[in-house]
């Protein structure tokens, strides 16, 4: 999402940050997503700087189904490996 929204606007977003957390699903998050309200979820938070303030960006949540958990990031621009 972060790419879409440079495309569209230009280099206007500063350093960005996800924070993890770990938290139960809740009445109204475990309805829309099948789970009991106790149930475990890690929630991930996504923010970036725009004019140097905090800008929500987006909110993953992750519940445990067995499944294994796979983060697949792209390489930035300009971006070059150190050995």
Known sequence: ?????????????????????????????????????????????????LGGKAAYLAKYLVAPTGDPLSILQSPQPGATLRS
């Open 1 to 49: 999402m972060l790419h879409a929204l440079g495309e569209l606007l230009g280099p206007v977003f500063g350093p960005g940050k996800c924070t993890v957390t770990a938290g139960v699903a809740g009445t109204t998050r475990g309805q829309l997503l099948g789970l009991g309200a106790d149930d475990p979820l890690l929630i991930l938070t996504q923010t970036v700087q």
